[in-house]
């Protein structure tokens, strides 16, 4: 059984083969040797030069080839592996029909190197291409257009290079059309600008989207500035968007491979004067799940601005067919920092959907003055989640909301101010002018006073009236409450009806109708004004709540979230394909997400150096027995320096919103405490730092010297390439010199004794430098070679580091032999300082069964990667001892154990602010984040995990326990951690496995464990769960897509200060009968109630005695959450009532899972006659 190499120096054959090359090319190269016109070309334009490169190409001892200035006629297709070095105004001719493949990084200045009409390829093992090279100018008014499009073009087929944009105004008369093939990075500052008419600037067609793309500013195009045709799993960072129609665009059609865009996520910095922000715009052919565009996220810093009188806004979504054909474009997230909108647009409205939208979550850092005729909404919404810091007071009739089973987190400017401010209900309809000041509310929550007209005895109710912008006929949910009297515990007034008199038949713009009884046990004299207090749109509780819901509203106009599951028929093994199946109408579509051939996208390794790839995957060896071993995963060094990533600018989130204290009169006493909270508001979270927008290019080698390389040859100093000569003192004699650079030709030239280097070293292929044992080679300049693996750069057993922020390539050390992890590990460890360490292709990890590993230390630069994947043990692992790693993976895939933080492997006991995020996909993984800890004194803080989507966990052993977080070991403490994903789908309806979303399976509860999944969770059938185990503090904000069993909830446990909630309302149109029975069998067909807040009736048997009390049973899932009584409220709907209140909440999960009570009082002096229903909404949790 064989065992690879891992030692520093290359295996012995190889050795000796490599001395026995030298020999062959140790005499010094003059200009002659490499010097293309000193070698057959002309470079004069006519003459055709396509021999002389070839011949040089081909010739042993040629290691770079030198293309002075001049022309260089290219007659037929060829291919080139060996780098050119160019001066400037050197270029290649290339007539039509000839192609051009460059399997090396060229040097050029950042000017002409292509014309013609032929073609460039780069081939695996390029870098990077400029627009420039074929001509862009970049100067705003020149037309740039075809020249960008041909650089894009040229690095299609291998997928390897990076398109670079500099710090340039690029001019565009025509669109761009990116594919999902390459990395684009761009400078700062780099903009794309419209001219002549161009009205659109970027179109990602359809397709999967693996790789980073870094663009830079779009401005000017009247239609869009990018365009995310069908395309899924994009990462694409923007930087500024402005003067554009749509600024991003999302489309769909029906068809194959044109109706899906699915868990994209954008980053953007600046928005300004666009007329739209994010627009979706829907095929009139759409018809439902035709059509899907779900798990989006969008984030951005600031909006400013509109343009023109058009239709405008931040958020808007567009489709031109019959209503009952609106597509599936639900469960995506909007998250902005500041907006302000245009001084004048009358057709402005923050957030639009023609005709409605559905389970959209909106996060706004704050909304400036409307324009006149501008709203916040437009359009029906259905099932959202809102979040809206008002900058300024909002105007009559400018908020908007229409739409079923809303919650709206209001913050900033409410009216009124202040919650403590006590509003007086109206006795009368259609009173407004009276209310308030003729202002209708805007907020959540309110302190109101009841004063009647005439006296009001105890028992009877009356009707009163408030205005709230958020009636618009649809509003749902409004509870009611106040103090509590000694007397009975009870409060004063307590609603039994409340109803939005906006709607059809009455039509009372923003009129809410309240119906209060009198439960102060005595008469309350006429004027005599009684304290009350209201939450509306939100599901979280004031004191003593009495919810009093409106209309009994179905969500079946709500289009439902159709399934979103792989397709295991695809054979998904090391294809590297993501598949979706829409079973309702059995289409496939395959989004390629992991290729055999990657491009370079560019990542920072760790603590000193900066690790760019294409994909770090395994290959596992069944014959292997490293299996275990402690060198077997990529080992990450740190070293504290002060460079870092700045982040964009972000918004501060909104202060909390106050809660109004409960009223106190004389005769009430003051209500207890809140219990603890029942839900955590929607407010806009800070965005989550970028990872690093571009990697800078190293400084070009035409800035440093022109001409010849060969002028300055490191033989001409003594130098000697033969392997075994010390050239240490030729190299330092080249330095005094005062060389620009070092030119080493062909051969390996050995350093015996430890020397620094701080000029450039250029090298052409055939070129090693041989550092023997305990001897430090500091190079302290950019080395100018080309990485291949099995033709090194550096051999030896000593050390190579780099003191300056340079970049650094893994093949520099792959001779043959050696393991990709050898070459990666060497070139992180070769980081002395903050440098960025480059891949070109794809670095497997042969035999290994473990990724990449970061100790313990301080880390301040980001690793960046677009995936890891296949490995049998983890992908990743942080150890304890480690503080401020950055960890962004595109997708994290097919492993055991995806990301670990693991306190109990090394010295270190504490891990701190350790981030993994942009995770597009994590499929497939048994476990996908685990937290593993050694108990008291350990520690894990501050750290943030989140995955754009997760699906399919436990696919490879369907069997086994599986889940996307998990907790093992011992409690320890865990403190300001949160775990984010957009979508969770594990297919079970695929293959049935166990896999939970949350589990723990530790011995004693997991403490502090904050988690939510913000669009969508679905795909769940028996035996998997949502969550199982125990938990201490469990915060969870789930968003159930619906359509799954009780069974597949909750088997877990957890305390009176956790919360789980799905953060959506249940449905007044279906209403469940309450049992007098406390046997599951005897309640809704032996099925517990799905949602947070569901609708019951209690039907009343026999004649129900004035003052008596009945008690009923209910079966809820979230009953299993650590739910208390405190933590329930009973909430009325809109039928009639005659009186009873609900006066008791009780859990009985210890007698029977899921099991709770609830006891209702009449309340009025009357009986209430047999046959009657009372109906009742009972919240449980938040």
């Known amino acids: 059984m064989s065992r690879r190499h891992s030692a520093r120096g290359p295996p012995g054959l190889w050795w000796l083969a490599l001395l026995g090359l030298a020999a062959a090319l140790v005499a010094a190269q003059s200009c002659s040797g490499i010097n293309v016109k000193q070698n057959g070309a002309a470079g004069n334009g006519s003459k055709d030069d396509t021999a002389a490169f070839v011949g040089m190409n081909a010739a042993s001892g040629v290691g770079v080839i030198y293309m002075p200035r001049g022309t260089y ?39 002409r190197f292509f014309q013609g009409g032929g073609t460039v390829q780069f081939a695996a093992g390029t870098l990077r291409a400029y627009p420039e090279w074929w001509g862009a100018a970049g100067d705003g008014k020149t037309d740039d257009f075809a020249e960008i499009q041909a650089a894009y073009n040229s690095l299609v087929a291998a997928e390897s290079a990076m398109l670079y944009f500099s710090n340039k105004v690029y001019a565009i008369s025509a669109q761009l059309v990116l594919t999902t093939k390459v990395t684009i990075m761009s400078e700062d500052g780099a903009t794309l600008l419209s001219i002549n008419g161009a009205t659109r600037g970027v179109l990602v067609p359809a397709g999967g989207f693996p790789h980073k793309v870094v663009l830079p500013t779009l401005q000017g195009f009247q239609d869009y500035c990018i365009n995310l045709a069908a395309t899924s799993l994009a990462m694409i960072q923007l930087q500024d968007l402005v003067s554009c129609g749509d600024a991003i665009r999302v489309t769909v059609a029906p068809g194959s491979g044109t109706y899906t865009a699915l868990d994209n996520t954008i980053w953007f910095d600046k928005a300004t004067n666009c007329a739209r922000v994010v627009v979706f715009r829907a095929n009139k052919n759409c018809n439902g799940p035709s059509c899907i565009i779900q798990g989006n996220q969008f984030i951005g810093n600031s909006v400013a601005g509109s343009t023109g009188s058009a239709t405008a806004g931040v958020v808007a979504q567009f489709f031109d067919g019959p209503t009952r054909n609106v597509p599936a474009w639900d469960s995506n997230q909007f998250n902005f920092g500041g907006i302000t909108p245009p001084a004048s647009n009358a057709n402005y409205a923050v957030v639009r959907a023609v005709p409605l939208s559905n389970r959209n979550v909106v996060k706004l850092g704050t909304v400036g003055a409307l324009p006149p005729g501008g709203t916040v909404f437009d359009g029906q919404h259905n099932l959202g989640q809102f979040s809206i810091n008002i900058k300024s007071r909002l105007a009559e009739g400018t908020f908007g909301l229409s739409g079923q089973l809303n919650l709206v987190e209001f913050s900033g400017m409410t009216t009124p101010a202040s919650s403590q401010t006590v509003i007086g209900a109206m006795t009368k309809s259609n009173s407004k002018a009276s209310f308030n000041g003729g202002k209708a509310l805007v907020g959540n929550f309110f302190s109101l006073s009841a004063a009647p007209s005439t006296d009001w005895p105890a028992g009877t109710s009356r009707v009163f009236y408030i205005y709230h912008q958020m009636a618009t006929g649809y509003l749902y949910q409004v509870k009611c409450g106040g103090p509590t009297m000694q007397a009975t515990g009870l409060p004063p007034l307590a609603c039994t009806q409340v109803q939005d008199n906006s709607q059809a038949g009455t039509m009372v713009p923003y009129e809410v109708q309240v119906t209060l009884i009198n439960m102060s046990g005595t008469t309350i004299k006429a004027g005599k004004a009684t304290p009350f207090t209201l939450a509306v749109a939100t599901l979280g509780n004031v004191p003593t709540c009495y919810l009093a819901d409106l209309d009994a509203i179905t969500a079946s106009l709500a289009v439902p979230s159709p399934p979103r599951v792989p397709d295991t028929s695809s054979g998904d093994g090391d294809n590297g394909l993501l598949n979706y199946e829409q079973s309702v109408l059995g289409t496939q579509v395959v989004v390629s997400v992991l290729r055999e051939l990657a491009n370079q996208t560019f990542r920072a390794l760790s603590g000193a150096s900066a690790l760019s790839a294409s994909s770090l995957a395994d290959i596992v060896d069944s014959e292997s027995d490293l299996y275990g071993e402690d060198d077997e995963w990529l080992s990450v060094s740190t070293l504290d320096v002060n460079r870092t990533i700045v982040p964009s600018a972000v918004v501060k989130p909104p202060p909390p919103r106050p809660r109004p204290p409960p009223p106190s009169p004389k005769y009430l006493k003051t209500s207890p405490p809140p219990p603890p909270t029942l839900y955590t508001p929607l407010k806009r979270q800070r965005i989550y730092q970028l990872p690093p927008g571009h990697i800078g290019r190293p400084t070009m080698l035409s800035s440093i010297v022109t001409g010849c390389p060969a002028t300055y040859l490191v033989t001409k100093q003594g130098a000697k390439g033969d392997g075994t000569t010390d050239n240490s003192a030729a190299f330092l004699a080249a330095v005094a010199a005062s060389y620009p650079i070092l030119y080493l030709p062909p051969g390996v030239f050995r350093i015996s004794r430890s020397i620094t280097i701080n000029k450039p070293l250029v090298a052409g ?39 300056k922020s340079v970049e650094v390539h893994p093949d520099w050390w792959m001779a043959n032999g050696y393991a990709d992890s050898t070459g990666l590990q060497l070139a992180g460890d070769s980081c002395g300082a903050a440098c960025n360490v480059i891949l070109t292709r794809i670095f497997y990890i042969v035999n290994a069964w473990r990724g990449v590993i970061f100790r313990p230390g301080t880390y301040t630069r980001p690793f960046v990667v677009p995936s890891v994947r296949h490995f049998d043990d983890w992908c990743i692992k942080v150890q304890g001892g480690v503080t401020g790693v950055n960890i962004q993976v595109g997708t994290l895939s097919y492993c055991e154990q ?16 350790a981030v993994l995020g942009h995770v597009s996909a994590a499929q497939t993984n048994r476990y996908t984040v685990v937290f ?3 108990g008291s004194g350990h520690l894990i803080s501050g750290c943030s995990v989140r995955i754009n989507f997760a699906l399919t966990p436990g696919f490879t052993a369907p069997a086994a326990s599986s889940s996307v977080v998990d907790f093992q070991g011992a409690p320890a403490t865990f403190q300001n951690n949160v775990i984010t994903l957009q979508a969770y789908d594990p297919a079970q309806p695929v293959l049935a496995t166990r896999a939970v979303l949350l589990s723990n399976g530790m011995a004693a509860p997991a403490p502090n464990v904050q988690i939510s999944v913000d669009t969508w969770l679905g795909g769940l059938v028996a035996p998997g769960r949502i969550i199982t185990g125990a938990y201490r503090r469990l915060g969870a904000l789930l968003n159930v897509a619906g359509g799954m069993s009780a069974s597949t909830y909750f088997a877990m446990t957890a305390d009176s200060a956790s919360f789980v909630s799905l953060g959506t309302y249940g449905s007044a149109g279906t209403q469940t009968a309450l049992s007098t029975s406390q046997a599951l069998s005897a309640f809704n067909g032996g099925a517990p109630t799905l949602s947070n807040m569901n609708w019951y009736y209690a039907t009343v048997t026999s004649a129900w005695p004035a003052g008596a009390k009945r008690t009923f049973y209910l079966y809820s899932v979230f009953m299993q959450t650590g739910v208390t009584p405190a933590q329930m409220r009973c909430q009325y709907a809109r039928w009639s009532n005659p009186g009873v209140v609900c006066v008791a909440l009780n859990t009985l999960n210890s007698q029977s899972n899921g099991l709770a009570s609830v006891t209702l009082q009449n309340a009025s002096p009357s009986p209430v006659a047999a046959g009657q229903r009372i109906y009742v909404g009972i919240q449980v949790g938040p």
């Open 898 to 913: 995806g990301l670990v933080f693991d306190t109990t492997t090394s010295s270190g006991t504490a891990i701190r602010s």
């Open 73 to 111: 006629l290219i007659t037929r297709s060829i291919t080139l592996n060996k780098p050119i070095i160019a001066d400037p105004g050197a270029v290649f001719q290339l007539p039509s029909g000839v192609v051009l493949t460059l399997g090396a990084q060229p040097e050029h200045p950042m000017s």
């Open 765 to 803: 292929l055939g070129t090693s430098i041989s550092v023997d044992s305990g001897v430090t080679l500091t190079l302290g300049s950019q080395a100018y070679r080309q990485p291949r693996t099995g033709d090194p750069f550096f051999v030896g057993a000593g050390r190579v580091t780099f003191s």
């Open 932 to 934: 593993r800890t050694g």
